[in-house]
């Protein structure tokens, strides 16, 4: 079946380093999403990408979709404290498939 | 605007007795609905989905069981735990056709 991978699966970071998740699929992928869960909180929905090398920015976040859109990555500059929390990738492989989790990746800031 | 509720946002119970967790959603409707566990510092593992009233799939085998009386209503059941079933549950609701998933406060369940 589809499988959906992160790496690494925890990174701990000095607070004002960069920070990089890869996401990868066993299959390609119609979409993929990303989320944040904060500790002790629930996911919570970041960004879609849908286009073949889609890159998308929200402020020192940025997310590219691979050119065979079977793999992504969330790249975080200048990291803060805000930042910690588990990040997930999901994909799907068509709009009428269910989406698949990636196991997350951890972020640790060291202030 | 559209919103997510669960209830009890936790609950600690002996093994062997009975599970009702419940989740509603609101400003939206015909919503697909997940049930979600996560055991402490692991990933999301999908339990069961629903895309309309009475058809629920389940994604695992184990004694837990869902049910969609309503349209917006998802309700997560056992009638016996075991310790194993002790995690974070998350409900979540997407769109048809649009796969944003977005997730209730969750209940946190100690089974003892």
């Known amino acids: 079946g589809q499988q959906v991978m992160q790496i690494p699966q925890y990174q701990h970071v000095q607070e004002g380093e960069d920070f990089t998740t890869y996401c990868n699929s066993s299959?390609?992928?119609?979409?993929i999403q990303w989320y944040k869960q904060r500790p002790g909180g629930h996911p919570v929905f970041l960004i879609q990408l849908v286009k073949s090398g889609e890159v998308k920015k929200q402020k020192r976040l940025t997310f590219q979709f691979g050119e065979a859109k079977k793999n992504s990555s969330l790249h975080i500059t200048a990291t803060q404290t805000t930042d910690v929390g588990t990040y997930f990738c999901a994909g799907m492989k068509t709009s009428y498939d269910k989406v698949i989790f990636g196991p997350g990746t951890s972020l640790s800031v060291i202030p | 605007s559209q919103t997510i509720h669960q209830w009890p946002a936790t609950l600690v119970q002996p093994v062997g007795s009975p599970l009702s967790l419940e989740c509603t959603v609101e400003g939206t409707s015909n919503p697909n609905l997940y049930w979600y566990r996560q055991a402490a510092g692991r990933g999301l593992q999908l339990l069961f989905y629903s895309v309309g009233i009475g058809q629920i799939s389940s994604e695992v085998p184990q004694n837990l069981s869902a049910s969609r009386p309503q349209d917006r209503q998802f309700i997560l059941s056992s009638k016996k735990l075991l310790l194993s079933d002790s995690g974070f549950y998350l409900c979540?609701?997407?769109?048809?056709?649009?796969?944003?998933?977005?997730f209730g406060p969750g209940t946190r369940l100690t089974v003892t």
């Open positions: 979540a609701w997407e769109a048809v056709g649009i796969s944003e998933q977005y």
């Open positions: 299959t390609t992928l119609s979409n």
